[in-house]
């Protein structure tokens, strides 16, 4: 992709905290002068000094908007001779990328987006503004996507065992769509120009690997694994469960989307979260050290199945998985666990469960569907003379 653009910044000093701060360009692509950018809202603030950000470096500029900006173009011209700064005509106004980034995110969290999906929107959209060549966002064109997308794919991998690289890579395209869009920029992509990758499937736990796990789980380990498989909770739901979820029998889930469901479990699940709550101090049912709510349970998972000398995998997910497969070959219908999983369709719950069959039918289906040649028998003639 194209070189990284050089951002100006300006050090400012708020609340008694030293803070970088975007600098609020008009859209004749001049600096205003002293404006920044704090949380979306412009500010003036006449002490502290210009910085350009490059690199993951920052080149301070001076405390003269002009000056700052000068030597911002001049240091953007050196880095790329063939690549001239052009005055911007009257067609070529709007919003500029920096800003934009600063609104968008700002409104997400106005509208009560939660801090964990802004920061996997950020993955995307960070970087695509920090290495896009584009002054305004109503700029960007589809090629900037495709250069992105080029420039996603040159950087290293993370190390991890059951990664899906091409999946990281569609997700981060997305971002950036969903935040072009808020600003009138969409369609620049057709779907078929997407990363393409292929969609993870979840296989529950058959009843030996569950034997492992419990065989060599500590109480709190042997509740992690009651809950995930009894109540169906998709990972970021069970980190914020509460106690006083629990009625009866039962549990009232907070889903994504800020979607609410109640989920039934079973009088023994219930009465260990009842018997936990009498030897807990807080409001959450798992806990870190420092009393918030325990986000790192896929790491506690995965330490015992380390500790039990699993060979399988494991994860939350398949705890799920497991919880309503289980329901499943017992008898609940399909609509039931469309409402208890948080489906939005009863087709997904069917593609869901698509894999599920009881123990040995689809062994013994594939053997009664097996084609046998049988033997040609030959009938003996009789010759004259017999």
Known sequence: MAS?????????????TWRYCRAAVAVNNKVKPHIVVVGGTEEKHEDGSYCVRHKNQWIGVGNDPAEALRRR?????????????????????????????????KNLENRGVDAETIRCYRSGVDPFVEN???????????????????????????????SNPNRTYYNKVSYVAIFLKEFGVSRLLKKKEYPRYHKKKIVAHPEEELSVLYEHANPDERFLLDFFIGSMVRDEEGYTCRYSDLTGVTLTIRGKQHKTRTI???PRLADAINER???????YLFINRKGKPNQHLLRDL???????????????????????SRRYLAGVPLPT?????GH?????????????????????AVAEADFIPKPKIVKKTETAGD
């Open 264 to 266: 039934e479990i079973s």
């Open 337 to 341: 666990l469309m409402l208890e999983l």
């Open 277 to 283: 709550r009498k030897h807990s101090k807080s409001e």
């Open 132 to 162: 896009c060549e584009k002054q305004f966002v109503q700029q960007v064109v589809k090629q900037d996507m495709l250069d992105f997308m080029g420039w996603l794919r040159k950087q290293p991998l993370p190390k991890r065992r059951h």
């Open 344 to 364: 939005e369709s009863l087709a997904t719950t069917q593609d869901y469960l698509a894999d599920v069959r009881k123990e040995g039918e689809a062994k013994k």
């Open 302 to 324: 995965q330490d015992l199945a380390e500790k039990a000398g699993a060979k399988f995998h494991t994860e939350l997910h398949k705890l799920r998985k497991t919880g309503a």
């Open 4 to 16: 990284p653009r050089f951002t100006l910044y300006k050090h400012i000093k708020i609340g008694g």
């Open 73 to 105: 173009t001049k240091l953007s011209e050196q880095e790329n001779p063939a690549r001239q700064t052009a005055p911007v005509s009257g067609a070529a106004t709007g919003t500029p990328l920096a800003e934009a980034v600063d609104i968008y995110f």
